[in-house]
Structure formats: structure tokens, C-alpha cells
């Protein structure tokens, strides 16, 4: 029988336990428990509550359990219904009477919300070095590559050249975004609920501050029915995965693109493809589309424990059993993507050659033209238009805009001048665009130092 079936006269058929049990899921929170416990009862004997030797014997019969799981050593069983019903079973055999009197002043609902808290704090953090491993690598790849000129594009389609730079610190910005992201939510679950009990508190006097310092919280929830219930550090905790999944999808997209035959930007490392099991030739992106693919998985994650929230009455309902799983999927996921995304691009090989290549397509230079004509005092929009007439020109003759004469040019608009063919020029143009943001060398130097003022500070608070 279990150990809540005093009121009861039979117990619950063999379905309805494995079907009611959240053992296979919260014994990942074996650890936590055990902390949230030990914290438990030397508060109580403090309080005065139980006798000293009782949380000692506690104390250290808690450390066995531990050191036994950790070993491969410890039997869990279903019919133990959840982590936390195990480590008191275990308890109790091992010490006897001293470990019934753990549960005293709790309920299973304060003391799976702190594991749950104490579980969310750390995967945060975890989660915070993996940002930080990956903003590195990409700042790395940035910092080899300085003068390296790309397309940059709008709708796929050649927009302006940019400094490759350029383009992979606008991932670091991302990604520091979602660091922002992660403390949120580490923030969030960084309050203590053990203590509330049930719902409403308890009889017993207890300091629910003494357990709170004894965990590492910040601070005490202070309504008990909040504290029981309440899971948005666990949605705070998903979103911030979902997000950065999506940011690491972003960039293994154009990974994937940037290594097909069609851009050949560049070369992953062998480490980082597979080939094919019938074409020899093939070296395929498989891991960079993993991660786009596993995107999916945790934003499903995220979707499933709101709808699971949408509409629970106060305090503690069964439903609230299903959210754990959501939230150790999206964690562990998000941090095998950070910690392949890395590997993938401190690996990977430009070929800066290629890239200029097909910066010099697609008539990149059409807007510093458009900007010529307004700087001389033609009305942007006509100029517009007079640049769309030549880009227009130079497809029908099969050529790009560096290909025409002046005398095209003056065709159009007797603005244009000799020095019009400086305005041509890739390098020209990138270090034209020296505004804050701006891809010219100046500004991506600038931003690289904010990256990384930024990046040290992050690596500070982890």
C-alpha cells in the first residue's frame, strides 16, 4: 500500500499506478529532493519541532540514499508513485521512526515545487554557459575574418554587401539576448515555497527563511497557494529555450544553405557532417538541420505546459504532474543544440573568395548609386527610380552596373560624374556605412567591443 493510503481500503490497480506516477520523470530530481529534505529537517529541529538526533539520523540517512543512487545502487519502484515517496520509503527502512517524522510541516506539493526550483536554477545555468561557449566561437570566427565581404540579403535575394563579421555578430546579439532571457528566468524560480504545505500553510512553527537560506533562495514566496501552484518560472524557463532554439535555427539555416554547392561560403568540418548510405559523394549539413529540427520539439514544450496552466483552479491539481517532462526536454535539448552549434562553428571553413564572388552579384551597388544622386540634391525617390532604370539597363545587356560607362550613366542624369565608379567599388561600400550598427570596419570594431564587454559580464553572473 502507499504511503498516503491510511484513508483507504484498497489500493489503485496496476494501470492507474504506473498511469499516476511520475517516478520515470522526477527521479532526475533525486538530488534536489534530497537537498530540499535535509534543509527540512534540520529546520524542524531547530524549531524545535523534532529532536536533534532524529535530523541527524535523517541527515545522514539522506546522504546514503544519495550516495547509493549516484553508485547505480538504489532500486527505484513504481509503486513508489514519484521521487519523493522513494527517498522516504528508503528512509524510513534505513532509519526507522526518526525518517517517518521527515514529512512533518510539508506536503508533496511545497517540496515538488522546490525541487522543481531548485531543478529549474541549475539548468539555467547550465544553459547560460552553453550562450556564453557559443557567443565566443562566433566572435572567434568574427575576429578571423575581418575584412571578408558576403552578400547580405533581404527575402534571399542580394540586398548589400556586408562585412561577414558583420553578420555573424548579429547572432551574438541574439544570443545575448537569450542569456537575458535565462537569468529571467533563474530569477524567477529563485524564491522558496517549502513551508506552504498543502495550501494554507501549517500548524507547526516553522522558518521557512531558515530552509530558503539553507537552498540558495533568494527569498520567500509569501502566499502559500501562490507557492504551490504557481509554475511561470517553468514557462519563463521553456520560452527562453523556445527562443534561443529559435535563434539556433536561424543560423543552422544558413548554415545549411552556406554549404551547398549553390553558395559554397563554406566547408563544415568532417567532425560536424554525414554522408550518404547510397551517393559517396555526399557530405551533408545533418547536424546544423538537427538543430532546426529539434527547434520544433521545444517549442512544443512550451506549448504544451501553457495549455496544461490555461485553466487550473487554486491550489495544487494533478495536471501539474505533467510539468516536468516539457521542461527537462526543452533544457537538456537547448543545451545539446548550444554545445553542437558551437563545435559546428569554431569548426567550420570560410571561402572568402566565393563569398566576394557573388557580392559583385546582383547589383548590390544599386543603393550607395541612389544615394549618389540624392547627395548631389535629387529627391531620393527619383533617384530610385533612375537606378531602377539602370539596373533595368543592365538586364537587358547581361551585364552589372560596374559594367556601364559614364556615358550610360549620364544617360539617366546629368548628375552623374566621373567619380561615380569610386561609388561601385565593394570595399567602398561596406566602409561607407560607418553609422552605429554599420557594417564598415569601424563600427563591426565597435560592436566587437561592446560583444564582448557584454560576453564578460554574462560570464560573470553564470
Not at 117 to 142: G, P, S
Not at 261 to 287: C, H, R, V, W, Y
Not at 328 to 335: F, G, N, S, V
Not at 406 to 420: K, T, V, Y
Request: glycine content about 6%; some cysteine.
Amino acid at each position: 500500500m502507499a504511503l498516503w493510503s491510511g484513508r483507504f481500503t484498497e489500493n489503485v490497480s496496476e494501470f492507474t499506478q504506473r498511469f499516476g506516477a511520475s517516478l520515470p520523470v522526477d527521479k532526475a530530481l533525486y538530488a534536489q529532493d534530497i537537498a530540499g529534505s535535509t534543509a527540512h529537517a534540520n529546520m524542524l529541529a531547530s524549531c524545535g519541532v523534532i529532536a536533534s538526533k532524529d535530523a541527524q539520523s535523517i541527515e545522514g540517512g539522506l546522504a546514503r540514499i544519495k550516495e547509493r543512487i549516484e553508485a547505480g545502487d538504489f532500486a527505484f519502484d513504481i509503486n513508489d508513485e514519484d521521487i519523493h515517496m522513494s527517498v522516504e520509503r528508503a528512509l524510513i527502512a534505513d532509519i526507522g521512526d526518526a525518517g517517518a517524522r521527515l514529512h512533518t510541516g510539508r506536503s508533496r506539493n511545497d517540496q515538488v515545487a522546490t525541487d522543481t526550483r531548485l531543478f529549474a536554477k541549475q539548468r539555467c545555468a547550465d544553459l547560460m554557459a552553453a550562450n556564453v561557449a557559443l557567443r565566443h566561437a562566433l566572435v572567434e570566427q568574427a575576429e578571423a575574418h575581418p575584412a571578408t565581404i558576403m552578400p547580405g540579403y533581404t527575402h534571399l535575394q542580394h540586398a548589400q554587401p556586408v562585412l561577414f563579421s558583420h553578420h555573424m555578430l548579429a547572432y551574438v546579439w541574439m544570443l545575448t539576448r537569450d542569456f537575458e532571457r535565462l537569468a529571467a528566468a533563474r530569477r524567477a524560480a529563485d524564491a522558496s515555497p517549502l513551508g506552504a504545505a498543502a495550501l494554507a500553510g501549517t500548524t507547526y512553527p516553522l522558518d521557512r527563511q531558515m530552509t530558503a537560506d539553507a537552498l540558495g533562495f533568494a527569498s520567500v514566496i509569501p502566499n502559500s497557494l501562490d507557492a504551490v501552484s504557481d509554475r511561470d518560472f517553468l514557462l519563463d524557463l521553456s520560452y527562453a529555450c523556445s527562443v534561443s532554439c529559435m535563434h539556433l535555427s536561424r543560423l543552422c539555416e544558413e548554415i545549411v544553405l552556406w554549404s551547398s554547392a549553390e553558395f559554397d561560403f563554406i566547408e563544415l568540418s568532417d567532425a560536424f557532417s554525414t554522408g550518404s548510405s547510397i551517393m559517396p559523394q555526399k557530405k551533408n549539413p545533418d547536424f546544423a538541420e538537427l538543430i532546426r529540427g529539434k527547434t520544433g520539439r521545444v517549442v512544443g514544450d512550451l506549448v504544451a505546459l501553457l495549455v496544461t496552466m490555461k485553466a487550473l483552479p487554486l491550489a495544487y491539481n494533478k495536471d501539474l504532474q505533467e510539468d516536468k517532462e516539457g521542461a527537462i526536454d526543452a533544457a537538456k535539448t537547448l543545451e545539446d543544440c548550444l554545445v553542437c552549434a558551437a563545435g559546428m562553428i569554431a569548426t567550420m571553413q570560410l571561402k572568402p573568395e566565393n563569398m566576394r564572388t557573388q557580392a559583385k552579384k546582383g547589383y548590390l551597388a544599386a543603393t550607395d548609386v541612389a544615394d549618389y544622386l540624392a547627395k548631389k540634391g535629387m529627391p531620393f525617390r527619383s533617384a530610385h527610380a533612375v537606378v531602377g532604370h539602370l539596373v533595368l539597363l543592365c538586364e537587358q545587356r547581361g551585364c552589372d552596373l560596374d559594367d556601364l560607362s559614364l556615358e550610360d550613366f549620364q544617360a539617366e542624369s546629368e548628375l552623374f560624374e566621373a567619380d561615380i565608379v569610386s561609388s561601385l567599388d565593394l570595399d567602398a561600400i561596406v566602409a561607407a556605412r560607418t553609422t552605429i550598427g554599420g557594417t564598415a570596419g569601424s563600427a563591426v570594431a565597435e560592436q566587437m567591443r561592446q560583444a564582448k564587454a557584454a560576453l564578460a559580464a554574462d560570464e560573470a553572473v553564470i
